[in-house]
């Protein structure tokens, strides 16, 4: 079985939410894939998922619904997904003082640091690829994670460090 979307489903499935505001047609595909173990209907609901990342907002709304759920992310996505999880974190012009982040942003961005560190542990060099070729500062957008205060040193400079490994326009920002 193969499964195609037309544009006007795919705009549907990442702009139909629910009152709360949640993206509920992905969360429900993302709770079916979870769920299954049927090996043809796992297929087919990671193509549909591929399908509707097509569209960039798609594919950002469905890096934050996955990246609690490293596991379906990393077989969704693998190593594309460094992109997304980069463009969801802040830039460092948004925060008041990048090296003091408040508490509550760290929870938030949290997800995100640990998806990135899980997806860099695993490809490496395919990763950090990623990260260098199709995101914009890598580096200053990780760095004001080192913070110990954060609790999340130990993520971002795992990400850091196989990025500044290959890349010396990361190192020079960082």
């Not at 992905?26 to 297929?43: A, P, S, V």
């Not at 974190?89 to 990135?116: H, V």
């Not at 899980?118 to 994670?145: G, H, R, S």
């Amino acid at each position: 079985m193969s499964c195609t979307i037309h544009l006007d489903g795919k705009k549907q499935a990442v702009k139909f939410e629910e009152t709360a505001g949640q993206p509920a047609i992905l969360q429900k595909i993302i709770e079916r894939l979870y769920d299954t173990k049927d090996t043809d209907l796992r297929k087919n609901l990671r193509v549909t998922l591929i399908n509707i990342a097509e569209l960039p907002e798609g594919f950002l709304k469905m890096t934050h619904e996955l990246s609690d759920k490293v596991d379906l992310l990393d077989e969704v996505f693998g190593p594309r997904s460094v992109k997304s999880l980069h463009n969801l974190l802040p830039k460092l012009s948004e925060y008041p003082d990048p090296l003091r982040i408040d508490p509550a942003l760290c929870r938030q961005y949290a997800r995100y640091i640990k998806s990135l560190a899980y997806i860099m542990k695993t490809y490496k060099e395919e990763a950090a690829q990623v990260a260098v070729d199709q995101t914009i500062n890598f580096a200053e957008k990780l760095a004001p994670f080192i913070n110990p205060e954060t609790g999340l040193q130990k993520e971002t400079i795992l990400c850091l460090r196989e990025v500044c490994g290959i890349d010396q326009y990361n190192c020079h920002i960082l």
